[in-house]
């Protein structure tokens, strides 16, 4: 059955839209998920720290701030006899790097990791109080919002024998402003927006994508698979845009070497998630597609269902769990990419119950 014009371009009007929608939804889900879910947000610390190129920066970075703001050489000045005073300047320089690959392997060790985690977790419940006016620690300081590290630096310091006094060190060192009032403010109101849209942006794509099907009477199974080639689109755009905004990103923010591999690495780490909706909603949408292909009137899905008509025509419930068993078997074995939430693995049972009944009640008419 054709389609009128008007009605077909409404169609696929819905499936474009539905295409767009689709890509939102994973920058959304995402979001929502690296900002606001703690499980998330304590795996990517973990895999941050355990980062051989973000220790080394992290490592060079303590150890030239406690160079910039404690007097090495005096201490080591002070340490040694008086014959051997006049080497300390030298010998501070050249402990500067034994001391930056003394701090990464201490960034190496387990516990500090675990450590790091821990300290993690509590700053995102920290930030999360911060967003819903429940903050204390993360506080508003003239109107700004300020992390004050300078407890760290002096911990660094005296685990390195040295001395830092908090109280003459300048303004601006050790505390960084966050936001200011009105930026905190925004932040508040973008949270709460993230929050809604994770759950709306998806149910709107299904919203569309549904309305094409239910538009396009006699063409719904083609609409179908439409309908999934468009999330395929939006799931490798979404992987298309995370390598050509890392590589930008990693460019305008590092110009060193290290720096630049750091960089890669939180990017990478910190979008991974990203990676992962998105080859999600890939796998889902490709299984839809085949689905919808195997039930259609190609010579070959034909031939596959002539083929399969004894198994398929079997009890319904033998023949889904057949399947589902086939589908565990790949789960456990780790052969399905993107699969990684009990919510994807329900998803993905969904989509293969449909789509096995879809091919089964074409092959039972035929």
Excluded: K
């Amino acid at each position: 059955m054709s389609l009128s014009r008007r009605r077909r371009i409404a169609v696929w009007s819905l499936v474009v839209a539905g295409g767009l929608a689709a890509v939102l939804a994973v920058f959304a889900i995402w979001s929502a998920r690296q900002l606001l879910n703690e499980r998330e947000w304590r795996e990517t610390s973990a895999r941050l720290i355990a980062d051989p190129a973000l220790q080394e920066a992290l490592a060079a970075y303590l150890v030239d701030e406690v160079y910039q703001h404690a007097d090495v050489a005096g201490a080591l000045e002070a340490a040694l006899p008086p014959r051997l005073d006049r080497i300390a300047g030298p010998a501070a320089g050249a402990l500067r790097e034994p001391l930056t690959e003394g701090v990464r392997r201490i960034l190496d060790a387990p516990g500090v990791q675990r450590l790091w985690v821990e300290a993690a977790g509590r700053a995102h419940d920290r930030f999360l109080a911060l967003v819903e006016d429940r903050g204390t620690v993360l506080r508003r300081d003239g109107g700004a919002v300020v992390l004050d590290l300078r407890p760290l630096l002096t911990a660094v310091a005296g685990r390195l024998g040295l001395e830092i006094d908090v109280e003459r060190l300048p303004d601006g060192v050790g505390r960084i402003v966050i936001m200011d009032g009105d930026q905190l403010d925004a932040l508040q109101r973008a949270v709460r927006l993230l929050r809604a849209l994770a759950v709306a942006l998806p149910l709107v794509a299904l919203a569309l994508f549904a309305a094409a099907i239910a538009l396009a009477r006699g063409r719904r199974r083609e609409t179908l698979a439409a309908c999934a080639l468009a999330v395929a689109v939006a799931a490798i755009l979404v992987l298309l845009l995370r390598s050509i905004v890392g590589d930008a990103v990693v460019d305008a923010l590092a110009q060193t070497a290290t720096a630049q591999g750091a960089a890669g690495s939180v990017w990478a780490i910190g979008t991974s998630l990203l990676a992962q909706v998105a080859r999600t909603a890939l796998v889902l949408a490709l299984l839809v597609a085949l689905a919808a292909w195997l039930a259609g009137p190609a010579g070959p899905a034909r031939r596959l269902r002539a083929w399969a008509r004894p198994a398929l025509s079997g009890r319904p419930e033998l023949v889904h769990g057949v399947a589902l068993a086939a589908l565990l078997g790949l789960l456990a074995l780790g052969l399905v990419p993107g699969i990684r939430t009990f919510a994807a693995a329900g998803l993905l049972v969904v989509v293969v119950v449909a789509g096995v009944e879809m091919v089964r009640r074409q092959a039972l008419r035929e």
